[in-house]
């Protein structure tokens, strides 16, 4: 994104595809994480946020849930509920951390012979996004401010979450372009937002009270 | 098949889902402009779909969607095959007899001489209807099966008797939470 542009909001639908690829147990949940595509990882750890915008899940991270509930798992769960999304930079990163949750606790607890019960196999997806412009664009830093307030949820998705771990960016959309810029500062307090403790409502009010705060918008 | 609803407009769900979602269903219908959806489905009144289609056929064309809704036709028994067919999808210890599996195949291409398939795509929904897609082969367009029920524990013998229609379309919707 340039700099010296305007910012324009973008937005996505996602197209969700079974992968056919299968788990019954840790083993194999790890056999298959290590060779899915990013996207399939992207997808189960972050789809809920988007799919339960109006409400906070306690767990969103599909690995999490299904070691729980399925193998019943409950302090891997628990290592996995842990692990920080906003601690990685890329998809690859996250893998990696996931994997090595598993991978270690397998060692510590000598391994898992527990078996799923049949029909609640992990079935690994992936999404495909369609990113468009919305036609939504900010001239400037108070016209983003205002125009913020007026975007969707889905828009905001992209912008906040999506874009900085498929961009393999340290941030978000936002704030990138808020540095280019000069706006350092508020480009930090956005940066530091926490969008996985809040629903997206609740994001983009926060958004716009730091704008208001600096009296933008 | 016409909706009776011609008072629905999008701008009634504002208030609801927020001026912003509308304006962008607005952008996402530009891209889509003109393209024709056919839906197909087994009853205009009753049962979920019908209720869906009532509401989504005026909104897509209110969005400059080519929306039409056709209705396949089917007597008694079909209907009794295709309930037994929806339990069994269902999980439901079922049997879909050969005489039942009969009836839909004929019942199917009554309706296959009779209705016309014109759509850039044609999304057909549930399994009522999904053998129409052997006119697949002849009029070619693409065909999306919208699966509206929950088939994650079918019986076997009532998936084996669908799986071959469902394989031939391009793609199948499914609802998976």
């Known amino acids: ?97 996931i994997i090595s949750v598993i991978e270690v606790h397998l060692e510590q607890v000598g391994g898992s012979l527990r078996e799923c019960p049949p029909g609640d196999e992990f079935h690994f997806c992936k999404s ?71 629903t997206l409502d609740e994001l983009r009010e926060q958004i716009v009270e730091l704008g208001r705060n600096r009296g933008i918008g | 098949m016409e909706s009776a609803r011609a008072g629905i407009h999008l701008d009634d769900y504002e208030g609801i889902v927020g001026v912003e979602v509308i304006d962008e269903l607005r952008v996402l219908a530009d891209r889509v402009r003109g393209r024709h ?18 509401r989504m056929v005026p909104l897509l064309r209110e969005l ?27 999980g439901k210890a079922e049997t879909i007899t050969e005489r039942m599996q009969e009836c839909y195949r004929e019942t199917t291409d009554a309706n296959l001489r009779q209705m016309d398939f014109t759509g850039d795509v044609i999304l057909v929904h549930d399994p009522q209807p999904a053998g129409l897609i052997a006119r697949k082969k002849d009029v070619g367009r693409a065909w999306v099966w919208r699966c509206h029920i929950d088939v994650s524990t079918p019986d076997a013998g009532a998936w084996k008797f669908l799986a071959p229609y469902v394989e031939q379309y391009d793609a199948s919707i499914f609802c998976n939470e």
């Open chain 1, 1 to 97: 994104m340039n700099h010296g542009e305007p910012f324009r909001f973008c937005t996505e639908r996602r197209l969700v595809q079974l992968t056919g690829q299968t788990a019954r147990t840790l083993s194999g949940l790890l056999v298959v994480l290590r060779e899915i595509s990013g996207s399939s990882v992207f997808y189960h750890t972050h789809h809920q946020f988007l799919s339960h915008h109006f409400e906070k899940p306690v767990v969103y991270n599909d690995f999490t849930n299904w070691v729980s509930e399925a193998l019943q798992e409950n302090l891997l769960a628990e290592k996995l509920y842990a692990v920080d999304l906003l601690a990685f930079a890329s998809i690859r990163q996250l893998r990696n951390a």
């Open chain 1, 128 to 198: 495909k996004s369609f990113v468009m412009p919305t036609g939504i664009v900010a001239g400037d830093v108070s016209d983003f401010f205002k125009k913020v307030r007026g975007i969707t949820n889905v828009s905001l998705y992209f912008h906040f979450l999506e874009a900085r771990l498929r961009l393999e960016r340290p941030t978000n959309d936002f704030s990138h372009w808020l540095r280019g810029r000069g706006e350092s500062e508020l480009a930090d307090s956005i940066d530091h937002l926490d969008p996985y403790v809040v």
């Open chain 2, 37 to 54: 959806l056919q839906n197909i489905n087994s009853t205009a009144v009753g049962g979920g779909v019908a209720e869906i289609l009532t």
């Open chain 2, 64 to 90: 400059g969607v080519t929306a039409t809704w056709d209705v396949m036709k089917g007597g008694e028994a079909f209907f009794d095959v295709t309930k037994a067919l929806h339990n069994a999808l269902h």
